[in-house]
């Protein structure tokens, strides 16, 4: 089966301590991805709350639907300009 | 034009593109990497990382959301990432509209929005350890951890 690829950035790369990894799961939400990837890497959890997630390169909820060849982005707090 | 590079910012090269004889206004800001101090410590350099291509998509929507609303002639955004000395050029917004009124207010629109929605991180490098800016996650003692 193909699998979810996950990008991390900045911080929560830091935090990870990868910037790419991936999940292999079926028919789940984006909220259910982030318990996967909470488990896999504990030290993210702390940040749950200040993250934002994209998915195929835009925006998404937590209800947004995950399916197998999808790149999901971990999205720490914007700090450009 | 909208890019995200590693190279050094010509800002110059921005607003002449800009010139148009339609346009009376060109509205230009740069945002510039600043020297930072805390209790004997000091920040020696910034390094900008992107999610790329959504940040040069990110980038265009905002053009296009300026363009719509006010109307203006040309815009410009640019965005350095990588590594990026003090003082030097981080960011810069041309906006060129026949009266100075919407180009005035367009870049500064561009400027709040690029920190709102583009997905760009900034590290501050000190001398004694680094901090993702608006995460404060880094190696520095002081960086407090959420």
């Known amino acids: 089966m193909e699998g979810i690829q996950v990008l991390l950035f ?12 991936v999940l ?3 028919g789940i939400t984006l909220d259910e991805l982030w318990q996967l990837l909470a ?35 971990v999205l720490p707090p914007v700090s450009g300009g | 034009m909208f890019a995200i590079f590693e190279e050094p910012i010509d800002v110059g090269r921005l607003i002449s593109a800009a010139q148009r004889p339609d346009c009376g206004a060109i509205f230009t800001f740069v945002g510039t990497t600043r020297i930072d101090e805390s209790e004997g410590a000091s920040v020696e350099y910034l390094e900008y990382e992107a999610y790329r291509p959504m940040a ?17 002639c040309e815009v410009s955004i640019v965005h350095r990432i990588g590594r990026v000395g003090l003082g030097e050029a981080s960011v810069a917004i041309v ?8 180009a005035f207010e367009a870049s500064r629109y561009a400027i709040e929005r690029i920190k709102e929605i583009v997905p760009i991180w900034k590290r501050e490098v000190w001398s004694d350890g680094y901090v993702w800016v608006g995460s404060q996650v880094g190696t520095r003692e002081r960086a407090s951890l959420p």
Not at chain 1, 11 to 18: E, K, L, Q
């Open chain 1, 10 to 21: 900045g911080a929560a790369a830091d935090r990870a301590g990868t910037r790419e990894t």
């Open chain 1, 39 to 73: 488990e896999r890497y504990p030290d993210l959890s702390p940040m749950r709350d200040t993250l934002a997630f994209a998915v195929n390169g835009e925006y998404a909820r937590g209800d947004a639907r995950i399916s197998p060849g999808d790149e999901v982005a």
């Open chain 2, 56 to 72: 040069d998509r990110k980038l265009e929507e905002i053009g296009a959301e300026i363009k719509r609303r006010w109307g203006v």
């Open chain 1, 24 to 26: 292999s799961a079926e």
């Open chain 2, 95 to 102: 906006v060129a509209s026949p009266r100075r009124g919407p």
